[in-house]
Structure formats: C-alpha cells, structure tokens
C-alpha cells in the first residue's frame, strides 16, 4: 500500500492539477464561445489543452486519459459535440498522442515535423472514421466542415507553440 506522502507527492499533484485544469477549460470554452464572436472550435482548443497536458505533465498514461475524456466531458456536461462526434474527436486525439509519443521516442527528426506527422495522420484517421460515421447514420452532415486553410494554419500555429515550449530529455551519460 501506498504512502500518504507517495500519493501526495508533487508529480501526483502536478498530474491531478493539470487534469483538473484541462477539464475546466473544457467546461468552460463553450460559455466562452458565447461572449466571443469568433468560433472557438476553429482553433482546435481540445488538441491544444491535451498537447498542453503532455507538456506539462510528461505522463503518457495521463495524457491518453485526457485525450479520451475531454471530448467525452464536453459532451456529457455541455452536450457538445454530439455524443458520435465526441468519439470520434476522442480517436483523433487518442491516435495524434499516440503516434507523437511513438515518433519522439523512436526517431530523430525534429518536434515540429514529430508534430505535423501526428497531427495530419490523426487528422486523416478522423475524416476516415467520419466519413463511415456518416454513411452508416450516425452523424449528418458534410466530411469537411471546417476549411482546409484554416486547419492548416491551426496546425501550423500548434506546431509552432508545443515546438517552443518542448525540451527533449536528455540522457546523461556517466
């Protein structure tokens, strides 16, 4: 059995911090959007908050929790988006944390293009899954709702901010 010290330690503290603040983000954007007259989506707030997680926490287990659960959260609390839609926005998130982490660990190319890897594969996977929600009924709508331009400098913009802020660990040889 675990401590109280170990559970309180400060990565436990750090890890249920993050988590609490991500998800009130995410329970607040919709009210946000309200008083803002630009679209909050457009800026792909979910993908932001869980890239942030990963930056700050460095814990994988947690930051697949979050991806699964944010659009899940969103849905259940602000009924938004539509509870086929937050599965699938939850595949797109779950597969651009995983492939980031895989390429990171497993490769040597650099974060941003790491990074437009994984978020262009996973976005692939998700106008894939989309595209067979739709034709089995269980979303309507068009494929592509939101515009290629803006997705591109959404992606480009995100790319730009985790690249800043991600340090690759550095192993000390001895």
Do not use: W
Not at 127 to 140: M, P, Q, R
């Amino acid at each position: 059995m675990k401590s109280a010290a170990a559970i309180f330690s400060f990565d436990n503290l750090k890890l249920i911090l993050t988590d609490i603040l991500v998800l009130a983000c995410v329970y607040l954007i919709p009210t946000i959007a309200h008083f803002t007259p630009f679209p909050l989506y457009l800026i792909d707030p979910m993908r932001m908050l869980m890239l942030a997680s990963y930056l700050v926490s460095r814990n994988n287990f947690n930051t697949y929790f979050i991806a699964f659960t944010i659009p899940l959260f969103s849905f259940f609390v602000g009924g938004h988006p539509v509870f086929y839609k937050a599965i699938l926005i939850s595949l797109e998130l779950l597969s651009n944390i995983f492939l980031l982490i895989f390429l990171l660990k497993t490769t040597k190319l650099t974060v941003p293009v790491i990074l437009l890897i994984s978020i262009i594969a996973s976005k692939g996977l998700y106008y894939l899954f989309k595209f067979a929600f739709i034709k089995l009924e269980f979303i309507d709508g068009k494929l592509i709702t939101t515009g290629i331009f803006i997705q591109i400098i959404t992606v480009l913009i995100i790319t730009i901010i985790f690249s800043l802020f991600y340090k690759r660990k550095v192993k000390v040889q001895v």
